[in-house]
Nanobody, 120 residues
Framework: QVQLVESGGGLVQPGGSLRLTCRDS????????MGWFRQAPGKERELVAA???????KYADFVKGRFTISRDNTKNTLYLQMNNLKPDDTAVYYC??????????????WGQGTQVTVSA
C-alpha cells in the first residue's frame, strides 16, 4: 500500500523554481514530523529539510534561503518550494515520514521519489 506519493518534479533551468508535493494517506498526518530528502547519482541520500508537527523547520546548509518546507494538515500534504535552483540540486527527491512528531526519530515510510533536473 503506497502511503506517500510525490509529484512536481521535472526539468528546470538554473535559477528557476519548482514546488514538490507529497500526499500522505496516513490518518493522523498532523502527528508526524516529515522530511524531504534527495539522492543524486553515486551519492548517498541526504536530508534537505524537515518539519515537525508544530511547524518547526530545519534545513540543510546547501538550501538555506532557497528552499521552503511547509505542510497543510487539512490536506495531508507536504510541500517543498524550491527557488533559485542550481545544477547541483539535480537529484531524485523523496519525502519521508518520521516515526514520531519530531525529526530525532527514524524515517519509517518513504515515497517513491520524483526526479528534479536542473539544466540549461
Amino acid at each position: 500500500q503506497v502511503q506517500l506519493v510525490e509529484s512536481g518534479g521535472g526539468l528546470v533551468q538554473p535559477g528557476g523554481s519548482l514546488r514538490l508535493t507529497c500526499r500522505d494517506s496516513a490518518v493522523i498526518f498532523s502527528f508526524y514530523a516529515m522530511g524531504w530528502f534527495r539522492q543524486a547519482p553515486g551519492k548517498e541520500r541526504e536530508l534537505v529539510a524537515a518539519i515537525d508537527r508544530g511547524d518547526l523547520q530545519k534545513y540543510a546548509d546547501f538550501v538555506k534561503g532557497r528552499f521552503t518546507i511547509s505542510r497543510d494538515n487539512t490536506k495531508n500534504t507536504l510541500y517543498l518550494q524550491m527557488n533559485n535552483l542550481k545544477p547541483d540540486d539535480t537529484a531524485v527527491y523523496y519525502c519521508g515520514r518520521y516515526s514520531t512528531w519530531y525529526w530525532d526519530s527514524e524515517i519509517n515510510v518513504w515515497g517513491q521519489g520524483t526526479q528534479v533536473t536542473v539544466s540549461a
